[in-house]
């Protein structure tokens, strides 16, 4: 080899195939070289097969295959499986719930196995919303159609509008919500519990009494014959030595705010509301004594049963006051101008032991 000259500069001269059998031969003494065993070079895949055109309707659901029968064996494999209870919430065990949170849970738990439990025995989804919810209740309610949705949560159907009601039941029963109040159309349902026990309050309101007539247990001829007061179509009045009772007879159902009562020394006068005919208004026989509401002796009024306004009216000339010596002088022949006086002409006996009542 002749040497070349690179950059100016000459390098020495080598001998190329002396040093590729010096190598040869060093190296094969050190590593053997299998060249049978050599990895092949691998042969390239196969060209992908022509697409296979189908044709519209080659193929049914009649061509499927349905699967083994029920009474196979292998289905008792799932059969074998436990039903997952779902209606339970799993909780992560790395966390200590609250007694609150543990109630809360418990109480879940408990509706969720009552609402399945009784799903079970084939009632509606209507039904088990409501006996679960009056299982649950604390105190009973007055519960009906018309008030069921304040109560229920969620959707409701009214027992009378619930098909399976009315398809255990042979009638239908009124729609009470709607207000078909017939003529003979029966009482609504009683509300009972989930016992089927009636649901009712602990006290009732006693039943209405008819009010007896007026002054029916006066004697009214004891009154006149003894001088002591007198019984008439439209009001009654009796006295005592100091004292004059007079009861009027009102409207029924007169309250005491509808009327106004004016009392001066020697008159009365009653009027009811905006009417202006007077329902009395009479002199006084003799002079009363009216006071103010700060004397324990005023002459008061008040209203009794809503159908008798009762005059308690105090004498001027009485014995407490001082204005007399004599309980005759204190005696009243008739209570008002209007009326016709006593056949007596000095107070009867009975007069004076009037006093004490």
Not at 16 to 30: E, H, K, P, S, Y
Not at 214 to 238: F, I, K, N, P, S
Request: glycine share 4%.
């Amino acid at each position: 080899m002749t040497p070349k000259s690179i950059h100016g500069s000459t390098s020495p001269s080598y001998d190329l195939d002396a040093d590729v059998d010096a190598f040869l031969a060093g190296v094969g003494q050190t590593m053997t070289v299998q060249w049978d065993k050599l990895r092949p070079t691998p042969e390239p895949p196969p060209p992908p097969p022509p697409p296979v055109s189908l044709q519209v309707g080659s193929c049914s659901w009649d061509d499927l295959h349905e699967g083994p029968a029920e009474e196979d064996a292998s289905w008792a494999a799932f059969d074998a499986m436990a039903p997952v209870d779902t209606s339970r919430k799993v909780v992560a065990s790395n966390r200590r719930l609250s007694k609150e949170e543990r109630e809360k849970l418990k109480d879940e738990q408990q509706l969720a196995e009552a609402r399945e439990s009784i799903r079970k025995r084939g009632w509606s989804e209507a039904e088990v919303k409501w006996r679960s919810w009056l299982a649950t209740r604390g105190h009973d309610v007055q519960v009906n159609d018309w008030n069921l949705h304040k109560y229920v949560e969620g959707e409701c159907t009214p027992p009378s509008r619930d098909p399976w009601f009315l398809n255990a039941h042979d009638r239908p029963v009124p729609d009470y919500e709607a207000g078909n109040d017939g003529e003979n159309e029966e009482d609504a349902p009683a509300v009972t519990n989930i016992l089927s026990e009636p649901i009712a309050p602990a006290w009732r309101y006693p039943p209405p009494r008819e009010p007896k007539p007026l002054w029916c247990d006066v004697d009214e001829l004891a009154l006149l014959a003894h001088g002591l007061g007198r019984r008439t179509e439209g009001y009654y009045w009796r006295q005592t030595t100091s004292t004059v009772q007079l009861e009027l007879k009102l409207p029924p159902g007169t309250s005491a705010r509808e009327l106004r009562v004016s009392m001066q020394p020697t008159r009365l006068t009653v009027r009811v509301g905006s009417d202006p005919e007077p329902l009395l208004d009479e002199e006084l026989y003799m002079k009363i004594y009216v006071g103010s509401n700060t004397d324990d002796d005023c002459s008061i009024w008040e209203v009794q049963d809503k159908r008798v306004l009762v005059f308690h009216l105090v004498k001027w000339h009485r014995l407490a006051a001082g204005n007399v010596r004599d309980a005759s002088k204190t005696w009243w022949c008739k209570c008002l101008n209007s009326e016709e006086a006593f056949d007596l002409r000095v107070p009867h006996a009975e007069y004076y032991n009037e006093k004490e009542k």
